[in-house]
Every structure is written in structure tokens, then in C-alpha cells.
Nanobody
């Protein structure tokens, strides 16, 4: 099981960025997926998640209305689409999946402890 994030970089305030999370070794389509972010020296926080059924998504208050978590089954890839970015979004971003396929079928959590497999992260910097 491997998750690899990419797509981070420098973007101006008000801009958009799309992060990718490519899965290998398993069918990502069968799993809930979540995105977290972490500022150095601070705790990791959940940003958004998508249930394994693909029917429901949940977002942190800071992301609601501006971020989405789509996925592309053919590419075995999930994304974090971020719009209207502000400097508060500057952080390392991580994708994660829970232990089992089908877990979080109807509801997903933005709690770090609920996820077993993690990518290595990609850095996003939003300039003011």
C-alpha cells in the first residue's frame, strides 16, 4: 500500500491549486480518502474527506465551500482541489486512507487516528 502526493508549490493568495494522491498496491476506489495538513510545530488537522461510497464528503470549517475531494477511478488517484487560497493554507498536505476497504462507507472522519496509511506529504505555500 503506497500513497504519493504531488502538486504542491507556491501560489498567490486568491489562487487555486490541485493536489494529487496516487495510490498503488490497492484499489483506491474502495476506500475512504482524507486530506490533512500540518504547519511545522503544530498539530496535523483534517481538511476534507470522501466516503468509500463516494456519496458524502465532509470538510473542516476552514475548507468548506472552497475545497473539494474528488477522485479519478481510472487513474487510481484522489485530489484536493483548493480554491480562493489564503496564506493560512500554507502547510504540508497529506492524503490518508483507513485500514479497510469499505470502511467509512457513509460517514468519514477528520480524525488523524482513524487513518492507517499515509503519504509523505506535499508542501503548499500561499503568498500574500
Amino acid at each position: 500500500v503506497q500513497l504519493v502526493e504531488s502538486g504542491g508549490g507556491l501560489v498567490q493568495s486568491g489562487g487555486s491549486l490541485r493536489l494529487s494522491c496516487v495510490a498503488s498496491g490497492f484499489n483506491l476506489d474502495a476506500y475512504a480518502i482524507a486530506w490533512f495538513r500540518q504547519v511545522p510545530g503544530k498539530e496535523r488537522e483534517g481538511v476534507g474527506c470522501l466516503t468509500s461510497s463516494d456519496q458524502n464528503a465532509y470538510y473542516a470549517d476552514s475548507a468548506e465551500g472552497r475545497f473539494t475531494v474528488p477522485r479519478d477511478s481510472l487513474k487510481n488517484t484522489a485530489f484536493l482541489q483548493m480554491d480562493s487560497l489564503n496564506p493560512d493554507a500554507t502547510a504540508d498536505y497529506f492524503c490518508a486512507v483507513p485500514r479497510g476497504a469499505g470502511d467509512m462507507f457513509s460517514l468519514c472522519e477528520l480524525s488523524e487516528s482513524e487513518y492507517t496509511y499515509w503519504g509523505q506529504g506535499t508542501r503548499v505555500t500561499v503568498s500574500s
